[in-house]
Nanobody, 114 residues
Protein backbone atom coordinates (compact mmCIF):
# COMPACT_ATOMS: atom_id res chain seq x y z
CA UNK A 1 0.00 0.00 0.00
CA UNK A 2 1.04 3.55 -0.72
CA UNK A 3 -0.17 6.42 1.42
CA UNK A 4 -0.27 9.79 -0.32
CA UNK A 5 -0.45 13.19 1.40
CA UNK A 6 -0.41 16.60 -0.30
CA UNK A 7 0.27 20.02 1.14
CA UNK A 8 0.63 23.60 -0.02
CA UNK A 9 -2.75 24.73 -1.30
CA UNK A 10 -4.39 28.03 -0.43
CA UNK A 11 -5.86 31.29 -1.66
CA UNK A 12 -3.86 33.39 -4.09
CA UNK A 13 -4.55 36.38 -6.31
CA UNK A 14 -4.47 36.05 -10.11
CA UNK A 15 -0.89 36.10 -11.32
CA UNK A 16 0.39 34.71 -8.04
CA UNK A 17 2.27 31.52 -7.25
CA UNK A 18 1.84 28.43 -5.11
CA UNK A 19 3.92 25.29 -4.61
CA UNK A 20 2.30 21.95 -3.89
CA UNK A 21 4.20 19.10 -2.27
CA UNK A 22 3.48 15.39 -2.04
CA UNK A 23 5.41 12.73 -0.13
CA UNK A 24 4.20 9.16 -0.58
CA UNK A 25 4.91 6.70 2.21
CA UNK A 26 4.52 2.98 2.77
CA UNK A 27 5.45 0.61 -0.07
CA UNK A 28 7.23 3.26 -2.14
CA UNK A 29 9.95 1.10 -3.70
CA UNK A 30 9.44 0.83 -7.43
CA UNK A 31 7.18 3.81 -7.93
CA UNK A 32 7.60 5.05 -11.48
CA UNK A 33 5.16 7.78 -12.44
CA UNK A 34 3.77 10.41 -10.09
CA UNK A 35 1.97 13.63 -10.74
CA UNK A 36 -0.95 15.92 -10.18
CA UNK A 37 -4.61 15.98 -11.17
CA UNK A 38 -7.26 18.54 -10.34
CA UNK A 39 -11.02 18.70 -10.10
CA UNK A 40 -13.09 21.86 -10.24
CA UNK A 41 -16.70 21.95 -8.99
CA UNK A 42 -19.05 20.26 -11.44
CA UNK A 43 -16.19 19.03 -13.63
CA UNK A 44 -14.33 15.77 -14.09
CA UNK A 45 -10.92 15.19 -12.60
CA UNK A 46 -8.24 16.12 -15.14
CA UNK A 47 -4.53 15.55 -15.53
CA UNK A 48 -2.33 18.54 -14.75
CA UNK A 49 1.21 17.17 -14.94
CA UNK A 50 3.10 13.92 -14.52
CA UNK A 51 6.74 12.95 -14.12
CA UNK A 52 8.50 9.61 -14.38
CA UNK A 53 11.40 8.40 -12.25
CA UNK A 54 13.64 9.27 -15.20
CA UNK A 55 12.41 12.85 -15.24
CA UNK A 56 10.16 12.75 -18.31
CA UNK A 57 7.29 15.18 -17.91
CA UNK A 58 3.86 15.65 -19.38
CA UNK A 59 1.56 18.69 -18.98
CA UNK A 60 -1.93 19.61 -19.99
CA UNK A 61 -1.84 22.36 -22.59
CA UNK A 62 -3.48 25.03 -20.44
CA UNK A 63 -0.69 24.94 -17.82
CA UNK A 64 2.34 24.64 -20.10
CA UNK A 65 4.80 27.45 -19.45
CA UNK A 66 3.17 28.29 -16.10
CA UNK A 67 3.40 25.09 -14.05
CA UNK A 68 6.48 22.99 -13.38
CA UNK A 69 6.42 19.45 -11.99
CA UNK A 70 9.56 18.16 -10.29
CA UNK A 71 10.61 15.15 -8.29
CA UNK A 72 13.09 14.21 -5.60
CA UNK A 73 13.71 10.50 -6.10
CA UNK A 74 15.70 10.22 -2.88
CA UNK A 75 12.65 11.37 -0.94
CA UNK A 76 10.09 9.95 -3.37
CA UNK A 77 8.53 13.39 -3.28
CA UNK A 78 6.84 15.23 -6.12
CA UNK A 79 6.20 18.96 -6.37
CA UNK A 80 4.10 21.29 -8.49
CA UNK A 81 5.29 24.88 -8.85
CA UNK A 82 2.40 26.97 -10.11
CA UNK A 83 3.15 30.45 -11.43
CA UNK A 84 0.94 32.89 -13.26
CA UNK A 85 -2.15 31.42 -11.64
CA UNK A 86 -5.52 32.16 -13.21
CA UNK A 87 -9.05 31.94 -11.77
CA UNK A 88 -9.67 28.91 -14.00
CA UNK A 89 -6.93 27.05 -12.12
CA UNK A 90 -9.19 27.01 -9.06
CA UNK A 91 -9.75 23.37 -8.10
CA UNK A 92 -8.93 20.66 -5.63
CA UNK A 93 -5.50 19.34 -6.57
CA UNK A 94 -4.71 15.66 -6.03
CA UNK A 95 -1.34 13.99 -5.89
CA UNK A 96 -1.30 10.80 -7.95
CA UNK A 97 1.03 7.84 -7.68
CA UNK A 98 0.99 4.81 -9.93
CA UNK A 99 2.38 1.52 -8.67
CA UNK A 100 0.38 -1.29 -10.18
CA UNK A 101 -2.74 0.74 -9.46
CA UNK A 102 -3.69 4.35 -8.88
CA UNK A 103 -3.11 5.90 -5.47
CA UNK A 104 -4.56 9.29 -4.60
CA UNK A 105 -4.03 11.85 -1.90
CA UNK A 106 -6.91 13.50 -0.07
CA UNK A 107 -6.62 16.67 -2.15
CA UNK A 108 -5.66 20.26 -1.38
CA UNK A 109 -7.77 23.29 -2.33
CA UNK A 110 -6.27 25.92 -4.62
CA UNK A 111 -8.35 29.07 -5.03
CA UNK A 112 -7.31 31.87 -7.39
CA UNK A 113 -9.35 34.98 -6.76
CA UNK A 114 -8.97 38.71 -6.24
Amino acid sequence: QVHVVESGGGLVQPGGSLRLSCAPSGSIFGINTMGWFRQAPGKQRELVATITSGGSTNYRDSVKGRFTVSRDNAKNAVYLQMDGLKPEDTAVYYCWVYKGRNYWGQGTQVTVSS
